[in-house]
């Protein structure tokens, strides 16, 4: 049984509809990530699920029933919030304890669960304070510790590393992991940092002007991209793209350059009209100029990043990112060949924009 | 130019500013104190002294006769029982006027900070209108009014009027404040599953402690002061102690005692000087505040 389905949801505000039909089903103990650009409503589904917000359509079932008409309270989440939302006047203590105040949960449990929360995040030292004398952090700590504390069976985050520094970013991150999997729970996790949704999440949604493009392992988004936005926002340096059209030989032909794409898995019939070519910076190798199968190209720059090194080409009218050793990258001349590695690579409409 | 010289010419522009300062400072406490000190004096001189006709000599005898008088016996109207009975008649008026008018305007001022749409803009452009209409101008409909429903010229009514005419002014200050806090806090609550008035009670209400005094000093003070809706609403069991000072300095039987009538003036002032003395912190503090920090 799913733990939540979203069967439809549509939410408009105005004129403007915010969000098309989104359809996901979420297994229980799924650690999923909704990834997208600022501004896709992210936000928006995600208050949608938890309550906050009427969606105008649609269905929001969660562990079997529906709860669409439902205040938050009587769906079972908990959530925290981008802002982190602590109550200022309250301690600590309060603010983790308040929700069961409410519910009416005995003094002792309450107690039990608060000093369990803060043992699990390591805030019983700061349990007597306001959230105005704590660091960003741990503010943040306390927000992740007021949603678990009532032991829902799903969390929904929306954004909460956001505010910190890199480095505390990066070990949250971890921590949260390791949290998800000591608890076992649902969570839903809103993000636009691709690096978060790769190494978080079971099942990656990506989000794109309110729709839903791909809804898949993040690996599967990466190197099979449903969707020429989601190989354009996932990956870093952004994956290459060459626009061109499929000839009657079944050719793609780009700049009246014709690439064999012999090795490309297609998801049907091999298709014929305008389409566009991806490649990461990977699936490209730099070979002799005028090797076979391979077109020619320019070195522009080499930029070292470290452990290895990005080459930027001028190749078929475009500039191409390609992934090279440091040695190489230092050795490298200015005429080239490049190979594309074409069972890696991704192919799409120009129309529908949807992978070929 | 040497070094030293240097130094000295950037140093002068600061102290000038600040000596400039001072001296502005100076002169407007000087000239705002001056009137009261007048008072006070003449308050404090017997009659014999205030018939010679200087009001700038100081007092040669100081007595407090003058402020017994007004306190205990100087004649309004018909009774000769001084300001007294008015004392007891605005402390009962102005602080159920003002803790209503405050706590309503709060949660007003935050329903209406939670509420976006176009009707709550429509709702905020009529409560500032209602601001601007001047009251004298709605005073024979409220008269009506209260006359139907048997509240004219009583106590219960005199107070519903400075509650009825303060919301406006009290709704819009705080909606100002609430606009500023963010809205998850709001949202977080509503997730715990604290109802609308829960949060506003547990949460809302205890960071807006600046906007809370600043708005019950000036409803204090607007409310302490008035004299027209205490004429007109209040009866003559209820006349708050502004209308008895006028009826003390207008008293046209017998002569004129500008020493009783400035101790009297001085008594009817002393609430509202002692309320900005004790909380001028956090008035200045709450008119200073902007949003709170979560
Ligand atoms: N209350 C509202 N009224 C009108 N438009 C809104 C409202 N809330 C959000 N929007 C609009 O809906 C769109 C999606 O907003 P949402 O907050 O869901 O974005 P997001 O994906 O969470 O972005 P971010 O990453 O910046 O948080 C935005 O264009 C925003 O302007
Ligand atoms: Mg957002």
């Known amino acids: 049984m799913s733990s939540i389905s979203l069967r439809k949801i549509k939410k408009s505000f105005g004129a403007l509809t915010i969000l098309h039909a989104v359809d996901m089903e979420i297994d229980k103990g799924e650690f999923v990530v909704i990834l997208g650009p600022s501004g896709c409503g992210k936000s928006t589904l995600l208050n949608v699920i938890a309550g906050l917000d009427e969606c105008d359509e649609g269905q929001i079932v969660i562990e079997g029933k529906d709860v669409s008409g439902l205040e938050p309270s009587g769906r079972g989440l908990a959530m925290v919030f981008q802002s982190y939302a602590l109550f200022p006047a309250m301690t600590v203590r309060r603010n983790l304890s308040f929700g069961m105040e409410i519910a009416g949960t005995p003094k002792a449990t309450v107690t039990e669960k608060v000093a369990w929360v803060a043992k699990l995040l390591q805030i019983e030292a700061l349990l007597d304070r306001k959230p105005g004398q704590l660091s960003g952090g741990q503010r943040q700590r306390v927000a992740i510790g007021r949603a678990l504390v009532r032991s829902s069976s799903i969390c929904l985050f929306d954004e909460p590393l956001s505010n910190l520094d890199a480095k505390l970013r990066a070990e949250t991150r971890v921590e949260l992991k390791q949290l998800h999997e000591t608890l076992g729970s649902t969570m839903i996790y809103v993000t636009h940092d691709q690096i978060e949704a790769m190494t978080m999440a079971d099942r990656v949604a990506v989000m794109h002007k309110g729709k839903v493009e791909q809804f898949a392992h993040p690996q599967s988004i990466y190197e099979k991209p449903a969707s020429l936005f989601v190989a354009g926002f996932v990956g870093s340096p952004a994956m290459n793209f060459l626009e061109g059209r499929m000839d009657d030989a079944g050719r793609f032909v780009t700049a009246d350059v014709p690439i064999d794409i012999d090795g490309y898995a297609f998801e049907g019939a091999r298709p014929s009209g305008e389409a566009v070519l991806g490649l990461r910076c990977e699936d490209i190798v730099v070979v002799e100029p005028g090797t076979p199968r391979s077109v020619p190209a320019k070195l522009a720059f080499t930029e070292l990043l470290g452990a290895d090194a990005l080459g930027w080409f001028d190749c078929l009218g475009k500039r191409f990112s390609v992934r090279l050793g440091v040695e190489a990258a230092r050795s490298m001349h200015k005429e080239v060949g490049l190979r594309f590695d074409m069972a890696k690579a991704s192919m799409f409409c120009a129309v529908s924009e949807r992978r070929l | ?294």
């Open chain 2, 1 to 294: 130019m040497t070094a030293a010289t240097v130094r000295r010419g950037t140093a002068f522009a600061p102290r000038a500013a600040r000596i400039g300062l001072y001296v502005f400072l100076v002169v407007s406490a000087v000239f705002f104190i001056l009137p009261l000190l007048l008072v006070i004096m003449n308050s404090l001189k017997p009659m014999e002294e205030i018939r010679q006709g200087n009001l700038l000599a100081l007092p040669v005898n100081p007595n407090l006769e003058a402020w017994a008088t007004a306190w205990a016996s100087a004649c309004t109207g018909l009774d000769c029982a001084g300001i007294r009975p008015g004392l007891w008649n605005s402390i009962k008026i102005t602080i159920p006027s003002v803790v209503i008018s405050t706590l309503a305007g709060a949660l007003n001022g935050y329903a209406l900070a939670q509420w976006k749409s176009r009707h709550a803009n429509m709702i905020m452009l009529l409560i500032t209108v209602g601001l601007f209409i001047p009251y004298q101008a709605m005073l024979y409909p409220t008269v009506k009014i209260l006359s139907t429903v048997g509240m004219f010229r009583t106590y219960a009514g005199i107070v519903f009027v400075h509650i009825i005419y303060g919301l406006p002014y009290t709704t819009l200050l705080f909606r100002n404040f609430y606009v500023g806090i963010p809205d998850e806090i709001s949202r977080a609550a509503r997730m715990e599953g604290a109802s609308f008035l829960r949060t506003f009670w547990s949460i809302i209400l205890p960071i807006s402690t600046n906007i809370l005094v600043v708005v019950a000093i000036l409803q204090f003070t607007g409310i302490w002061n008035d004299y027209l809706l205490g004429l007109i609403f209040a009866g003559n069991d209820n006349l708050p102690m502004t209308v008895q000072l006028t009826n003390i300095v207008g008293n046209s039987r017998g002569v004129a005692n500008p020493n009783v009538n400035m101790a009297a003036a001085l008594i009817t002032a002393i609430p509202t000087l002692v309320v900005y003395f004790l909380s001028g912190r956090y008035f200045v503090r709450g008119i200073a505040a902007g949003a709170v920090k979560g």
